[in-house]
């Protein structure tokens, strides 16, 4: 804190000036705590309300005492994007916690591999569970990637290696893509449907998470593509290799981790789609892993019918989903982090 | 010509072709360029479909579709309007706009300019993981523990300010709760995400010489922020913003659970508990529209694709043009 607030950097901060600092940050907080606990008023509002004008004061006071009345505005301008800042993370901590602290309720090994068929709304918790949800995840997750990531790393091929001039114009048309809401590519599908006559089934569930995962994965890789040092490629090309060995020998090796970044990305964006799947696929309580035919469960739709009604059993089998949900994100998320830091450690080794 | 273009120089002053190209290279090319072409023709696909789907009902609507609004899919012949939820739509993506913006600047300026490199690498981390919360989960949250929490913040703006109109209520007992305001913060959450990362990135391409210019000058850390920084990058941050609003208009299933879709148009009463939302709008009617009505719904569809296509690509525009006094490089 002492170091952010000097704008005089070549002078080192007395220790009277960090006793100040220190006292402004850590006093309101408690005396803040002690009025709401005497006066009794409710504590998120105490917290709006006295704190954060009291941590206004304290900063300003320091802030003047140091800088004169320049150090005031700093001061300002420090409680409030730090103040803003931490609302965003505690809206986070709150879906987390709750998330987290619901479910396990709910969560049961049965709860993990069983499936539905024979649960009534009724049905007490050790009964059922949500086995068919995460496999019709899994399965509807693998179909659109076995399609979604070729065309999105051919897009990012096209957009690094080739020297078109409707690069541009296919750059901002997936950005446009990016930005489709997801019941629109339901209701795309759902058109496609109604249109040819085919039937409702896991692939066009498939289908309607095709157009959303597309454009986060050729965006990310086209970021990792664009990291490979490009006398690399010019090296290859002037050994004689031609563009494709040029692609396949030597860059594709070098941004191998970022394409798996580019891909588990894309999965954690299509996972906990909603919308699309409620309108190309029917639900279904049983197991069932042909994409071709009948309905399929996924762990959205599953938490999405749940919530519907208001059972409490049914709203924790709700809870208990999401955080597999959650759990399943939180697993693609963290592999891409740690796979994206060692990328990165890597190349720092090697300068 | 592309086939020459590709051995050439990136000074690009004299055409080097160092022989005739493998027809290897051909078909990686023309594979390439395929995949490419087929985000155009993706997007014209959607157009088409939809169009082709919603265009007996835009007929009988005529313009009564977008600005009318009743929904009646029962009456002979059907009436089909949407004004209220499009109306519910825009305030919704507008208040999640108005509370994201200052929440996501402050983020962006936190992490590119006060924490140090770890906690900024951190607070960085916990964004993205906001960005990647399904939006079910969301709905969930906003249902049950949110809910609660921010009627109780609408009750008290609307006993202190209540004589300001957007915050007033006909009737305090049956207010508050699924209103225009809770949508909006749970829209706010899901868009503070995306405001941060752009902001951010424009945040960062700001050359360093010229905020250590301005604070050698004298200037103040707030000086600095509001003369320097904000001008140098507010257009950036405009498309990011424009990037959120796009994201907030077709935002579906969180929507649905925490606000009572109501087909009148409420103008401006956000705490009061009726409102509407496009896309929310398709998925409550989905499930018992008859064949005709689902014709309706796909052009309601329609509706929000163009609308947030427009949005996104203004968006785009914006961001990719904005570069502030880039690092000299």
């Given at each position: 804190m002492a170091k952010q607030l000097?704008?005089?950097?070549?002078r080192k901060s007395s220790i009277a000036r960090r006793v100040q600092i220190f006292l402004a940050v850590v006093v309101p907080l408690p005396l803040v705590m002690l009025v709401a606990l005497l006066s009794g008023i409710d504590p998120t509002m105490s917290f709006i309300t006295i704190f954060v004008p009291l941590q206004l004061v304290a900063a300003a006071l320091v802030g003047y005492i140091s800088y004169g009345r320049r150090g005031i505005g700093d001061a300002a301008l420090i409680v409030v994007t730090t103040f803003l800042s931490m609302f965003v993370l505690i809206l986070l901590a709150s879906v987390l916690w709750s998330v987290i602290s619901e479910g396990f309720k709910a969560l049961s090994p049965q709860f993990i591999y069983?499936?539905?068929?024979?649960?009534?709304?009724?049905?007490?918790?050790e009964y059922g569970g949500v086995g068919h949800a995460i496999l019709g995840t899994l399965m509807l997750v693998l179909l659109t990637t076995i399609v979604a990531v070729p065309l999105g790393f051919a897009m990012a091929i096209y957009l690094t290696q080739s020297q078109s001039k409707a690069r541009n114009l296919v750059r901002t048309f997936t950005q446009a893509i990016s930005g489709l809401p997801s019941v629109v590519a339901g209701l795309f599908i759902l058109a496609i449907i109604e249109a040819t006559g085919i039937g409702r089934s896991g692939v066009t569930g498939a289908m309607a998470l095709f157009p959303l995962m597309l454009p986060t994965v050729a965006r990310v890789a086209e970021e990792s593509l664009k990291l490979v040092p490009v006398d690399l490629r010019y090296a290859a090309l002037a050994l004689g290799a031609p563009n494709y060995r040029a692609f396949f020998r030597v860059i594709l090796p070098a941004a191998k981790t970022g394409l798996l970044t580019a891909v588990l990305l894309g999965l954690a964006r299509i996972i906990g789609e909603t919308a699309p799947l409620i309108l190309t696929l029917n639900p279904n309580v049983a197991t069932n892993?042909?994409?071709?035919d009948g309905g399929m469960m996924s762990l959205p739709t599953y938490v999405y019918n749940y919530l519907a009604s208001y059972y409490d059993t049914s709203q924790a089998r709700a809870w208990g989903a999401s955080l597999v949900l959650l759990v399943l994100v939180a697993i693609l998320f963290g592999s891409a982090r740690i796979i994206g830091r060692q990328k990165s450690s890597k190349s720092k080794g090697k300068k | 010509m592309k086939t020459k273009t590709?051995?050439?120089?990136?000074?690009?002053r004299r055409k080097l072709v160092a022989g005739p190209l493998s027809r290897g290279d051909k078909w990686f090319f023309r594979s390439t360029s395929i995949a490419a072409y087929f985000s155009f023709f993706l997007v014209a696909l959607i157009l088409v479909f939809l169009f082709n789907q919603a265009l007996p009902v835009l007929q009988a609507q005529g313009f009564g579709f977008v600005f009318g609004s009743e929904w009646l899919p029962e009456k002979e012949p059907m009436v089909l309007q949407l004004a209220p939820m499009l109306w519910g739509s825009l305030v919704i993506a507008f208040i999640g706009v108005v509370i994201a913006t200052p929440m996501s600047i402050s983020m962006a300026y936190l992490i590119q300019f006060m924490l140090p490199k770890r906690l900024a690498r951190i607070a960085t981390t916990l964004v993205d993981l906001l960005a990647a919360l399904p939006s079910v989960i969301l709905g969930l949250w906003g249902l049950i523990v949110f809910t609660p929490v921010a009627a109780g913040w609408a009750e008290i703006l609307n006993r202190y300010?209540?004589?300001?109109p957007i915050f007033g209520v006909a009737d305090p007992e049956n207010a508050?709760?699924?209103?225009p305001w809770i949508a909006g913060w749970i829209v706010a959450v899901m868009i503070v995400p995306i405001i941060t990362s752009v902001s951010r990135e424009i945040f960062s391409q700001i050359d360093r010489d010229l905020i250590n210019g301005a604070l050698a000058l004298g200037g103040s850390r707030l000086s600095t922020f509001r003369r320097v920084i904000l001008p140098t990058s507010s257009s950036g941050v405009i498309g990011g913003v424009l990037l959120g609003l796009g994201r907030a208009l077709g935002e579906t299933v969180a929507i649905f659970y925490v606000l009572n879709l109501?087909?009148?148009?409420?103008?401006?009463?956000?705490?009061?508990?009726e409102g509407g939302a496009v896309a929310s709008w398709i998925l409550a009617r989905?499930?018992?529209?008859?064949p005709e009505e689902k014709q309706g719904l796909m052009a309601a569809g329609l509706v929000l694709f163009v609308i947030t296509l427009l949005v996104n690509f203004l968006a785009n525009v914006i961001v990719n043009r904005a570069q502030p006094w880039r690092k000299s490089s």
């Open positions: 000097s704008i005089q950097p070549w069983q499936n539905n068929k024979y649960v009534e709304p009724t049905t007490s918790l892993l042909n994409p071709l | 590709t051995q050439v120089e990136p000074s690009g300010l209540g004589f300001i508050f709760r699924s209103s109501v087909m009148k148009i409420n103008w401006y009463q956000l705490l009061e508990s989905f499930g018992e529209a008859s």
